[in-house]
């Protein structure tokens, strides 16, 4: 069975086949073949990262020749308020600002040396105060704040002393067990 | 000569054979939880458990010893988180919170263990509850009979239980909701059933003189007959009784807290009524968990009502609101 040009051209740049005269005359007269044993080099050269670091200044020429030479599209132009791409442009910006600005202020608020956990603990510490931050509708007094506290321990501490007086009267029942004693060795009443 | 060996050697056979067949026959559901009650009461045994509750796991340690007078002593010693411990001396029990060098004793509430028994037939609780063997496993080395209590309607939680097939011993515990959810569990990693526990593996590791001491029996027995209400729950599911009621001493009330004790004979339910006092009008009233315990609170004329127990959160909640008082 014969093979193909495009077989032949790689069998050629493998180094193979470089005895067969007619492939090679076949490559020195057909330019399709030409074409293709040029791409083939330069797809070789890529993957082995033997590409030039500036490319030929024909190029440029060419692809600038290839533009002036398509066709104009017309359609009717489109009016619009604002225009849309400052507009993502700016918001892009301006969430790369904000980025910038946080990481420089949680890389200044981290100890010089940290491990990871450290680290992970710190991200729930942020975490939590965005998920529990929001803004006050009112200005809210020092003495109030410190009431709804003490009276949120006192609220936990009362009803953890309930739960542990309810598990020491509860080894009365068959089923019981050890249950109960261990929830009193895991509550805190002062919690 | 032959024919004396020949019998002792059927004999040792027939013996065997009887033996662990019995250990492998299906026992009647109910007739084994009356033997574990009573294995978990008269043997001395030394184990490590774990215990798991919400999604916190922590591991402790279980010393139990009954001596020839009949006199039961029990060490219960967190080996995780905070080192507490748990001392029962006959009928008073001792709590050590060495965190807050706090010790509470107290008389153990009739005269029960910390791994307890009652001596109600189990028959009673049975209208209520269904006994089953679903078959068997293995927990901390051991082959253990599983058996399923399920509940007959919603208002209590059902149970799932390994107990040692030749001891009798409970092994492993889960506390099932309806839809047969764990909310908690108990289960030994090691147990050892002995012949006798050295009484010092049975004394606190603490020094007592380190510690503040509130003694609940003194202050229980001033607090008798004192109350300017009566209050009572209007509602509690079928089967369940009131127990037991006190007054106990808290931290966090000037004066002691009723306490009513209702159970089924399986679950039990306190009910908690406390006066608040003139700075502390409100509650944070609603529901709550603790592993398998729900609590419901609610405000009733200056008193804080509030309903705990091993039972549905709708059931706590019906509880607590049905509680009334009469002058």
Redesign the interface.
Known sequence: MKKDNNEHLSALIDGEDCDDKDVLEKLVSDDSMKSTWQRYHLIGDCLRGNLPEKIHNNYLKDLNKLLYNEPTLLSPKRHKLFSREPLIGFAIAASVATLAVLNIQHRNDMPSQVTTKSVVMDEKIIDSQFDTFSFPEAPISTAAVQEDAE??L??K???N???I???????????????P??????????E | MKRLFLFFLISYVITTITFVHAENVTPNPEILIDEMSAATNQLNYDGIFIYRHNKQIDTMRIIHKKNHNGDVYERLISLTGNAREIIREKDQVKYFFPENKIAIVEKNRLGQLISSYIPDPIQSISEFYNFDIVGDGRVAGLDAWIVNIKPTDRHRYGYQLWIDKKSKLLLKSKLKNFQGVTLEFIMFTQIHVLENIDDLLLKSSFSSHNFTWINNIINTANYENNSERKWSALWVPGGFSMSDHSKDPMPTSKIPVEHFIYTDGLASISIFVEKLSERHKKINSGATNFGGVNTYSTLSDGYQITAVGEVPKATVKLIADSVQSSH
Do not use: E
Not at chain 1, 181 to 190: E, F, M, N, Q, S
């Open positions: 009276f949120d006192l609220s501490q009362r009803l002393n309930y739960l007086n309810h598990s020491r009267s509860r080894h009365n029942i068959k089923m019981n067990t050890i249950l004693y261990a929830r009193i060795v895991t509550i805190d009443p002062k």
